[in-house]
C-alpha cells in the first residue's frame, strides 16, 4: 500500500483562523479523499479532491470553508476556513488501492484544536 | 449518503474466546465492503476486504449477506491486541466515490 503522510500532525488554532492540512502520498494515485472524525464519532466524507479540477464535496460541505487543492497525483491540501470550536476534529486523507479496487488506505490524520 | 450501522458495544469478551459483530447497510447499490480496525488516538488500517464468497484471513473470517444487506467479521480465539474498535465500510454505489462509515464497534479482549 501506499505510504501517506500528513503535516501538521497536529495543531491548536484560534477561532476565525484558516488551517491548511497537506496530504503527501509516495506513488501517484487518481483518488484522493479527506475525511473527518470528531470525537467519539465515525470518519465523514468532505470530499473526493480531483486531480486538475475542483474537488466534490459531500452533502454539509462546502467549498468555501473547506477549499481543497490538488495540483499533482500525489499531493492535496485542505484548508479548514474561519474556523470554530465545532471544527475541531481528525481530519485524515485517504488513497484508492488503484487497479479498480475501491479499497482505501488512510493518513495518519491531523488532531485539530479550536479554542 | 446511505447509513452505516453497528452495535457500539463495548464487546467485554476474554482472551481466546470467538466474538463476531455484524453491520448493516442501507444502499442496495454498494458493490464494496470493508473492515477497518482503529486503535486509540490512530488512523483506521484496513483489516480485510469482504466479498460476496465470504473470506478468511488467519483467524478473521468476513462475510457478506447481500439479501439482508449485513457484513459480519468473525475473530477466534481473540488474543489482547485485537481489542480495538472496528469499523465497517461501504462504498457508494453507482460510481460515486468514497466510502460510508459505521460509527465502529469497540471490542476489549480480557485476560
Known amino acids: 500500500s501506499a505510504v501517506i503522510s500528513q503535516k501538521p500532525s497536529r495543531d491548536i488554532c484560534q477561532r476565525g483562523t484558516s488551517l491548511t492540512i497537506q496530504c503527501q502520498v509516495d506513488s501517484q494515485v487518481t483518488m484522493m479523499f479527506w475525511y473527518r472524525q470528531q470525537p467519539g464519532q465515525s470518519l465523514t466524507l468532505i470530499a473526493t479532491?480531483?486531480?486538475?479540477?475542483?474537488?466534490?464535496?459531500e452533502s454539509g460541505f462546502v467549498i468555501d470553508k473547506f477549499p481543497i487543492s490538488r495540483p499533482n497525483l500525489t499531493f492535496s491540501t485542505l484548508t479548514v476556513s474561519n474556523m470554530s470550536p465545532e471544527d475541531s476534529s481528525i481530519y485524515l486523507c485517504s488513497v484508492e488501492a488503484g487497479y479498480g479496487q475501491e479499497t482505501q488506505y488512510f493518513g495518519p490524520g491531523t488532531r485539530l484544536l479550536v479554542l | 449518503r446511505k447509513e452505516v450501522e453497528q452495535d457500539p458495544g463495548p464487546f467485554n469478551v476474554p482472551e481466546g474466546a470467538t466474538v463476531a459483530f455484524n453491520c448493516t447497510y442501507s444502499n442496495s447499490a454498494s458493490q464494496s465492503f470493508f473492515w477497518y480496525r482503529q486503535d486509540c488516538r490512530k488512523e483506521p488500517k484496513l483489516l480485510m476486504s469482504v466479498y460476496s464468497s465470504g473470506n478468511e484471513d488467519g483467524r478473521f473470517t468476513a462475510q457478506l449477506n447481500r439479501a439482508s444487506q449485513y457484513i459480519s467479521l468473525l475473530i477466534r480465539d481473540s488474543k489482547l491486541s485485537d481489542s480495538a474498535t472496528y469499523l465497517c465500510?461501504?462504498?457508494?454505489?453507482?460510481?460515486?466515490?468514497?466510502?460510508?462509515f459505521g460509527k465502529g464497534t469497540h471490542l476489549i479482549i480480557q485476560p
Open positions: 465500510a461501504v462504498d457508494s454505489g453507482g460510481g460515486a466515490d468514497g466510502l460510508t
Open positions: 479532491a480531483n486531480q486538475g479540477s475542483e474537488a466534490t464535496y
